[in-house]
């Protein structure tokens, strides 16, 4: 039985990275960056809609940069993945189900083997598409994205 007060997967934003980087065949700071992003937006979206499942994936607050959205902590973070550990479902902290646990492992891995399939270029202009990135976005400044807004724009790409 999941906690009430648990609103997220990991309590660390490292997990997902981790989790990311393992599940890449070419790990870079861009695809690990998009990943994360479209994989906590996918699962806010969707797992997130569900009352058995936290609300988020982590705790995360995207900037609207150049390159699209982009969590500050995670691009620091990056540099030091090698030295994060491999992260799988008996290492997400919200709950002892391990069912809801394969669930959204399984959820993770598969939109990570999509993402898998595109280059760098081909993500980081697929971000550029959303409009919660789009309406933030102002070239040289930093500004931080709506976390609402891209879970009501995924929302509507999955037609929840």
């Known amino acids: 039985m999941m906690s009430q007060d648990k609103t997220v997967v ?7 990275v981790s989790f990311i980087s393992a599940n890449l065949d070419n790990p870079t700071p861009m695809k690990i960056s998009k990943s994360f ?15 058995e499942y936290p609300d988020l994936l982590c705790d995360a607050s995207f900037l609207a940069l150049k390159y ?14 090698d030295k994060l550990p491999n992260i799988d479902e008996a290492d997400m902290t919200y709950t002892t189900d391990a069912s809801q646990s394969k669930n959204v492992s399984l959820f993770m891995k598969n939109l990570l083997s999509q993402i898998d399939k595109i280059d760098e270029f081909a ?3 697929r971000t550029h598409e ?4 789009s309406d933030m976005y102002v070239e040289n400044e930093q500004h931080v994205m709506n976390n ?13």
């Open 68 to 81: 699209g959205p982009t969590d500050e902590d995670v691009l620091k973070n990056i540099k030091s993945i």
């Open 123 to 125: 993500i980081m202009v």
């Open 130 to 133: 959303d409009k919660s990135w």
């Open 37 to 51: 992003y479209l994989i906590w937006a996918y699962y806010s979206a969707t797992y997130g809609q569900l009352d």
């Open 10 to 16: 990991f309590s660390n934003k490292n997990d997902v």
């Open 148 to 160: 609402a807004a891209i879970i009501e724009e995924y929302s509507h790409k999955i037609n929840l």
